[in-house]
């Protein structure tokens, strides 16, 4: 079974129904009536993924947790998860960064403009771009 970070403070329709962004369900390959465990700090729900496009945009995703059964989370699992957690965060800004770089210069903005609001070297940028130049010929 998938299992997916969520928040039980972010919902629409309290906190047996966390909100899970689109983003997480395109990421995992989620479905509407998906059995999931969902885990935030040490606690973890098996859950099922739900859809309501009467919520806001950005909170029609939820998982259900009412039904759910709630299993304690070991101290050892909790590091774990803090650790991989640390070590991955640079790894996904870094990703968003190229993301974004990579729409700057598929739109035409110059790598010095893109340069001044990333953390992205020159170097990296004209190798990007390099890229894209290939891909379109």
Known sequence: MKK???DTN???HGPTRPTISPFVISRFNL???E???GFQDSQEWEGIIGFDK???EEMEWYLDISDGEEFPVTSDREAGRDEGWTAALPIGELSGEIAVATAMLTDGIDIDTI???TRLSRTR???I???IVESNQ
């Open 4 to 6: 997916i970070s969520i």
């Open 10 to 12: 972010f919902h629409y």
């Open 31 to 33: 479905l509407l009536g």
């Open 35 to 37: 059995k999931v465990i």
């Open 54 to 56: 009467t919520y806001p």
């Open 115 to 117: 340069t001044k609001y």
């Open 125 to 127: 940028l004209e190798n």
């Open 129 to 131: 771009k390099r890229g």
